[in-house]
């Protein structure tokens, strides 16, 4: 493995070209490129690399980008592009025509928040506005966890049980523009990790079908309940995914979710990306004070898998959810999810806490707070708002 | 659900539109598909086609009137999803045509952002606009190629804009090809189509396509329609290679504009003056001749 320090989004990059370029003996890959920050240097890698078999497009819009990547993997080949906020918007037409397609492409979503006003921090309601896609959502904590997430991504994204695109997430600036030390895979490695990308539908001149056209209400509600199966099956293929991982790599990277000190936890806090770092700082401080508190990163949110959950959570009875993200006239997203995960649990209390929403630094000492609060709480209440330095 | 085999034809080992279909009579897009499988001989193109009445052709899944392989788009993405397949195919040593497939509101309107973009990279790919001058699909609304004075149900009292000039918008990318495509000249049609096939890079073919539902006109005056629309000038006939040069392959015949739009309620609900249009036809006659004198393709 070559060890080196790289930005999160040259990590990225580079896990995309390892990828694409492990296709070649197959029908090689493709993409469509468009810049938007703090996802750029994504695709300025891509295009600058040389692939044995694959192209690049330089599109003039996301919405063309996500079209190309459809039709890239409708001619077989392993389709893949990276966007933010605003971009990730402009291009959901297309995000859910490549899900419906049962097209297995993989997106890089750099979380930036979504404007106006205009805002380049991160947040993650660019892609969790996505939620309702056939897509598969993984949110990594670290360069080394998006390169891993990427690969694993693929490998789940293609597999035959579930032929569903995949988006992998990761904080804008905290991880796209930050260095860390990474091991990135040599090709061999990659080639053994990744089978040929086959994508069994794909268009054949001597099998003339015909993709995407009209249907009546009982063959689409049949689609979407093979969708509704094929993201029930993730579980089996993710677990395998994994278990090879580790045969090749030597390394496991995290599953759907990680939980830590929660076997004894009488409360736990639940965070994805950066935040659950920061998270894991504070928990483990509090640990060594003597205080029964643990935590779950959440890592994969679609599918969402509430069994998992629920494991994860063990037997704590004070639930609290950051969400760097806001859904106006509900709340936090992931709470959503948490909240619905316990709702046969009445002895478990729920709180969501907004936070760090447009890109606002979140602290130990400001998880701090949330974990004080939660502690003394007597009963849940609506979303509660930490407001954090700027 | 019974899918109902395909009847016997006597062209189907040159057919792309399989019959069975449900066009309406008199579409000028059904005669289109019908000149392209007999230009192709034989060969599958993959087709993409955006929401157009191009893709309400395919019918109802299980069945498609297709016998191409063919992805239905979004609106806007015909070009964009065409520039992937090719690209794919072509790095694997297929030369396969990738065709779009389009109207006029995926051409001129909302896709013409992915259209201009896979122009300018000069894409391997054949983008033919069927151009029935409005949004036939939806029930016939404005779109910005709808000529001036035409009634719409957005334009119920005749559309005040003129018609966007496509080609000379393509023709500005420099694209190895651009021409226009009449349903009425067989022959210069099918050669048209096969100059496409064998060129390489972004080709460009725009193809006036009578719509009787929308236009008000008789299906069976669809052909003559276009034969009257290239006679009186309206619509020219004409190639561009490379942006830049010119040729011109018939010139009016002195058909008076009325014999091609007092056949047409469109025009005629909206009361609009041949004048007008005769000094349109003109103007453009002028552009292009200038175009064709100082840039000539022979």
Known sequence: MARALMTGNHAAGQALALAGEANRAARGCAGGAYPITPQTEIIEYLRGFEFGKGRIVAVESEHSAMAVCMGASLAGARAFTASSSNGLAYMTENVFAAGYLRLPIVMIAVNRTLGPPWNIWVDQGDSLALRDAPWLQFYTDSHQDLVDTILVAFRVAEDRRVLLPAIVALDGFVVSHTQMAVDIPPQELVDRYLPPCDVPHRLRPEHPATMGG??????????????????????????????????????????????EHTGDAGAVLIACNTMARTLRTVVTRRRRAGQRVGMVKAKLFRPFLRQALRDAIGPATRVGVLDRNHSPGSGGIFWQEVA??????????????????GGGDVTPEVIDGILDDLLVRERAAEPVWEEVAT | MTAVAPQPNRVSQECIMRPGNTNCAGCGMSIGLQLLAQALEGERPYLAIPACCGIVTAGAFPTSAYASPTIATTFASSAAVATGISAVLRQNGDESPVICWTGDGGT???????????????????????????????????????????????????KTERKKDMMAIMAAHRIP???????????????????????????????????????????????????????????????????LRYRINDRPDGTPVEEYVSRQRRYTSAQIDPAVVRARVAEQWRCLEALATAFPAD
């Not at chain 2, 099918?190 to 096939?197: D, N, S, T, V, Y």
């Not at chain 2, 005056?221 to 000038?233: D, K, P, T």
Request: glycine share 8%; net charge negative; aromatic share 10%.
């Open chain 1, 214 to 259: 009209l249907t009546w209400p009982r063959e689409t509600e049949h689609q979407r309940r093979e969708i509704q199966r094929a993201m029930e099956r993730v579980p089996e293929v993710l677990a395998e995914a994994l278990d090879e991982f580790e045969r090749v790599f030597g390394r496991r990277p995290d599953g759907a979710f990680r939980a």
């Open chain 1, 340 to 357: 619905a995960t316990l709702q046969g649990r009445p002895d478990v209390l729920v709180q969501d806490y907004v936070v760090g929403i």
């Open chain 2, 108 to 158: 001129y309107d909302i896709g013409v952002a992915a259209l201009s973009a896979a122009a300018e990279r000069n894409e391997d790919v054949i983008y033919i606009c069927y151009d029935n001058e409005i949004y036939g699909n939806t029930g016939g609304q404005r779109s910005s190629a709808t000529p001036a004075g035409v009634a719409t149900t957005t334009t119920p009292h005749g």
């Open chain 2, 177 to 243: 090809y651009a021409a226009t495509l009449s349903v009425a000249h067989r022959g210069d049609f099918l050669r048209k189509i096969r100059h496409a096939r064998a060129t390489r890079g972004f080709r460009f073919l725009l193809m006036l396509s009578p719509c009787p539902t929308g236009w008000k006109s008789e299906p069976a005056e669809s052909v003559e329609l276009i034969r009257a629309a290239v006679g009186c000038g309206l619509f020219p006939l004409y190639e561009v290679f490379d942006g």
